[in-house]
T-cell receptor
Framework: NAGVTQTPKFQVLKTGQSMTLQCAQDMNHEYMSWYRQDPGMGLRLIHY???????DQGEVPNGYNVSRSTTEDFPLRLLSAAPSQTSVYFC?????????????FGPGTRLTVL | QQPVQSPQAVILREGEDAVINCSSS?????VHWYRQKHGEAPIFLMI?????EQKGHDKISASFNEKKQQSSLYLTASQLSYSGTYFC??????????????FGTGTRLTIIP
């Protein structure tokens, strides 16, 4: 199993540009989520999904869109990048949040918006 | 509601014990613990569910006090490999079924030889 994969690893955008961060998992997990991590802020939930076709907002959803057309993929779209979106983005997956099974994080995407 | 972790940072010598606390003002259903090394992804350590028992493996264990909405992570006889930032994530009882996990700001643990 590859686990949770994320692409790209690094990205530099100009203000106003749009892009999609890719996330995929091969463990047949129902639950997938996106977090952003900023210094001193911990991990903040952006969007999450409990299964294909079902998504919901987390703490900081503004400026981001998601969709879940398959169990494996959960892309995160930045509609119009802003410097405040400079961060490290992590995708994670597990069976369910309350499951005692492990929640796996991807390696992260480091995004800089100029 | 973001849980509060304490201490924010701690420095230990190899072999010493550490306790990291995580508390919430909300009634909790579960508490998750993760460790993250610099530049890497968080790694899952354990989850404690309401009504469950204290968990542990090797020299890392954790407890969940449901009355106080508080969890503690215990690291005994710390090793150099334990260095990193520890995060707790909480699932509120009122949000149970909504699958939302809220993380604290982390505790940076440094182990020196």
């Amino acid at each position: 199993n590859a686990g949770v994969t994320q692409t790209p690893k690094f990205q530099v955008l100009k203000t106003g540009q749009s892009m999609t961060l890719q996330c995929a998992q091969d463990m047949n997990h129902e639950y997938m989520s996106w977090y952003r991590q900023d210094p001193g802020m911990g991990l903040r939930l952006i969007h999450y999904s409990v299964g294909a076709g079902i998504t919901d907002q987390g703490e900081v959803p503004n400026g981001y869109n998601v969709s879940r057309s398959t169990t494996e993929d959960f892309p995160l779209r930045l509609l119009s990048a802003a410097p405040s979106q400079t961060s490290v983005y992590f995708c994670a997956s597990s069976y369910r949040i309350s499951s005692t099974d492990t929640q796996y994080f991807g390696p992260g995407t480091r995004l800089t918006v100029l | 509601q973001q849980p509060v972790q304490s201490p924010q940072a701690v420095i230990l010598r190899e072999g010493e014990d550490a306790v990291i606390n995580c508390s919430s003002s909300k009634a909790l259903y579960s508490v998750h613990w993760y460790r993250q090394k610099h530049g890497e992804a968080p790694i899952f350590l354990m989850i404690l569910l309401k009504g469950g028992e204290q968990k542990g493996h090797d020299k890392i264990s954790a407890s969940f006090n449901e009355k106080k909405q508080q969890s503690s992570l215990y690291l005994t006889a710390s090793q150099l490999s334990y260095s990193g930032t520890y995060f707790c994530g909480t699932e509120e009882e009122s949000n149970f079924g909504n699958e939302k996990l809220t993380f604290g700001t982390g505790t940076r643990l440094t182990i020196i030889p």
